[in-house]
């Protein structure tokens, strides 16, 4: 399975320091969850996964969950604009 692994520094924080942004991709299944738990363990990452959050909104029977219910039911991709209004709803509670 392929995974990649994008690390990028960001300009510095509010604190004064840098901070970085990893932006895992993969297949189900290729080790994206492990590699997340490595660097939330290991590296004081915050983690954000997509498939948590649409899960998450479907059991809560929020709009954008029951948005997504449908897509995710029918085995095809979530359109883009859900999926980010959900990381976008998540990050902002963060």
Same mark, same amino acid.
């Given at each position: 399975?392929?995974?990649?692994?994008?690390?990028?520094? =960001?300009?510095?924080?509010?604190?004064?320091?840098? =901070?970085?942004?990893?932006?895992?991709?993969?297949?189900?299944?290729?080790?994206?969850?492990?590699? =997340?738990?490595?660097?939330?363990?290991?590296?004081?990452?915050?983690?954000? =996964?997509?498939?948590?959050?649409?899960?998450?909104? %479907?059991?809560?029977?929020?709009?954008?969950?029951?948005?997504?219910?449908?897509?995710?039911?029918?085995?095809?991709? %979530?359109?883009?604009?859900?999926?980010?209004?959900?990381?976008?709803?998540? %990050?902002?509670?963060?």
């Amino acid at each position: 399975a392929m995974l990649s692994l994008i690390l990028r520094r =960001s300009a510095a924080s509010q604190t004064g320091r840098r =901070s970085y942004v990893a932006l895992i991709l993969g297949a189900p299944g290729g080790g994206k969850g492990t590699i =997340s738990k490595w660097l939330v363990r290991d590296f004081g990452f915050d983690h954000i =996964s997509t498939g948590d959050i649409l899960r998450t909104n %479907v059991e809560q029977g929020t709009d954008l969950g029951r948005k997504a219910d449908g897509y995710l039911r029918s085995g095809t991709l %979530v359109p883009d604009d859900i999926v980010v209004s959900l990381v976008a709803d998540q %990050v902002a509670s963060a």
